[in-house]
């Protein structure tokens, strides 16, 4: 009798000893100089100026990022937006799907699929997003948000306004533009007449 | 006497329900009304946010200042009142908006505001969710617990009957010595167990080979205790909100501390961790969330966030490639990061699994004008047969290895 408890305990404890293992720990690296070259990883360190991820050198523009939206963070740079903008993409189907899929991964969560706050955003300040079609309440520009031009639209993208953060980070010129047809073309007068 | 008695009661009653309904539909009126509008501005004794914290606000002003404010603040300004202007000048001169609320939705909206209920401090709730069953180490740990009992157990029962028979007792420690050198006395046995060593130290050895430059599984703890599942699940941010660089790029962008600010300039308060976590943004970006301003001249500090998919440097991998040309989405390679608390590796990411969806994946063809005629030649080429990725040089070694 205990000699088949003693067996049946030996394996018992083997068994669980091999299911030990760490998930906080990545394992074991064949040949660590190969996985690593002291080449820069993109968001590494390094011991000459520490983080890898860096502003751009002053007085240079990566490619692709030539601003040729000049207006300020201002209310006057964003009413000067607003009177002078004009949205150099054209009103293609091409343009406007690609509108719809930025919009879809930038703004929809907070300013819903159809532009009228219903977003999924769960905080309690997300049930007073502003809806593009409403045409009562007077904004800062001055007119209600379905008369918003394009350049009220792309200066409150780029900086931010009220409660939104300023998005240049995340969205270049060219699909900001994009995003700005797209509300203007479908969501501004959505469900009106 | 009696009957008028309860008629009195019920008349009372009635006057009363109707007193209460008409307060409680005035309040909640007050309460949509503030909601929709004014909430992504203003708290009542939440301290300040774009505009000014309103508590008290009905004492402080009279109400027909706040309706004309209320109206068309940019009107107001206009007309020279004094306190208007001051407060356009504290609050940087951001106009509010002109709401024109009906008279009765006024009335509604200040006394909401004069009386907001007193928020209830929401308690954490500890989920339990973790606790499906229990793992499968804890009901062997428990079997080798109920089997040492056992055996202790049996060994007193022995040496009792020893006792009685007057025969020299042993020990727990004893016992099983001696049953144990008298179970490998048998060669059988010894062969047996042998056997199971052999096959136990083999598994043990090729699992530790195999599980070399594999991290599947990994889940590190990160500076920050950011939830994809609450990000991601619960409030349906795209991934490419914040990995924004992922559609453009070979990497996919870990997001710099202003893309967090972009909500959590407002939100100061997590779902999990309270205050504590977000605090470390503000702590790294150098923000005052009591004033809600950034501090100037802040020495900002980087997030150390902790890489969990690293492929060898020996292998080029490149994010736009696979989600912007090859249209995959994301959680094919990383599993469902929405759902998942802490993020850990999803995939195995060897070069086996690399080349088997490479094998696998139909090559997507519709709109892409750019490689038309070369698209019309596979065609031609493999006709009847699918054209995947492996067709048009996906296992090329070059491809990943140069």
């Known amino acids: ?49 520490g983080m890898n991820a860096l502003t751009p050198v002053k007085g240079t523009v990566a490619r692709g990022k030539l601003k040729t939206f000049n207006y300020d963070k201002t209310l006057e740079g964003y009413l000067n937006a607003g009177n002078m903008a004009v949205n150099p993409m054209e009103n293609t189907d091409e343009n406007l799907a690609d509108g719809k899929s930025l919009y879809g991964m930038f703004c929809k969560h907070c300013h819903g699929k159809t532009g009228t706050g219903d977003g999924t955003m769960r905080h309690a300040i997300y049930s007073a ?13 001055g007119t209600p948000m379905s008369e918003l031009t394009s350049g009220h639209i792309f200066h409150a993208i780029t900086y931010g306004l009220n409660a939104m953060g300023p998005h240049a980070s995340q969205i270049t010129e060219e699909e900001r533009w994009k995003i700005v047809l797209y509300v203007q073309e479908e969501l501004q007068h959505y469900g009106l007449e | 006497m009696i009957r008028t008695y309860s008629l009195n009661s019920r008349l009372l009653f009635l006057t009363f329900f109707f007193t209460f309904s008409l307060n409680l539909f005035a309040q909640t009126d007050g309460e949509q009304i503030f909601k929709t509008n004014c909430i992504s501005c203003h708290t009542i004794g939440g301290g300040r946010l774009i505009g000014p914290d309103l508590e008290g606000v009905t004492a402080k002003r009279n109400a027909d200042w706040l309706k004309q404010w209320i109206n068309s603040s940019s009107d107001f300004i206009a007309s020279g009142d004094a306190d208007a202007i001051a407060i356009f000048e504290e609050y940087n001169k951001v106009a509010m908006t002109s709401f024109y609320f009906e008279d009765e939705d006024m009335d509604a909206l200040l006394a909401y505001m004069e009386n907001p209920p007193i928020e209830e401090k929401e308690v954490a709730t500890t989920t339990a969710e973790n606790d499906k069953g229990m793992s499968s ?37 004893e016992t099983i010595i001696n049953q144990g050198k008298a179970f490998l006395a048998e060669s059988r046995n010894v062969a047996i167990v042998g056997f199971a060593v052999f096959i136990i130290v ?14 599947t599984n990994y889940q590190p703890e990160q500076p920050i205790a950011f939830s994809h599942k609450i990000h991601a699940g619960d409030n349906g941010i795209d991934c490419n909100y914040c990995h924004s660089s992922a559609r453009s790029s070979k990497t996919s962008g870990i997001p710099s501390a202003n893309v967090c600010m972009n909500c959590h300039a407002n939100i100061t308060s997590g779902t999990n961790t309270g205050t504590a976590e977000i605090q470390k943004i503000y702590d790294a ?99 009847g047969q699918k054209i995947t990725v492996d067709k048009m040089g996906g296992l090329e070694c070059g491809k990943c290895h140069y």
């Open chain 2, 202 to 215: 083999m598994k043990f050895t090729f699992d530790t080979l195999m599980g070399v430059g594999v991290t």
């Open chain 2, 137 to 173: 180490s804890t009901i062997l740990l428990l079997i080798a617990v109920f089997l040492f009992l056992l055996v202790y157990i049996l060994t007193s029962i022995k040496n009792k009957l020893k006792t009685q028979l007057n025969q020299p007792t042993e020990t727990l420690s």
């Open chain 1, 1 to 49: 009798m205990i000699k088949a408890i003693l067996k049946i305990g030996f394996f018992v404890a083997v068994i669980f000893l091999a299911a030990c293992s760490g998930d906080s720990n990545p394992g074991y690296e064949f040949m660590p100089n190969m996985y690593r070259s002291p080449s820069m990883e993109t968001y590494g360190e390094n011991n000459i100026n």
């Open chain 2, 285 to 383: 970006i150098g923000y005052d969330p009591d004033t809600r301003t950034y501090i100037e001249g802040y020495e900002q500090q980087p997030i150390k966030w902790v890489r969990i998919h690293n492929l060898p440097d020996f292998a080029y991998f490149n994010h736009s490639q696979h989600v912007t040309v090859g249209k995959l989405e994301c959680q094919e390679c990383h599993g469902p990061v929405q759902e998942m608390d802490v993020v850990k590796q999803e995939s195995l990411m060897t070069m086996g699994w690399c080349i088997n969806c490479h094998r696998e994946t139909e090559v997507k063809m519709e709109g892409n004008d750019y490689y038309t005629s070369m698209h019309e030649k596979m065609k031609e080429k493999y006709a």
């Open chain 1, 129 to 141: 997003v502003p809806h593009y079609n409403d045409e009562k309440t007077i904004r800062r520009s």
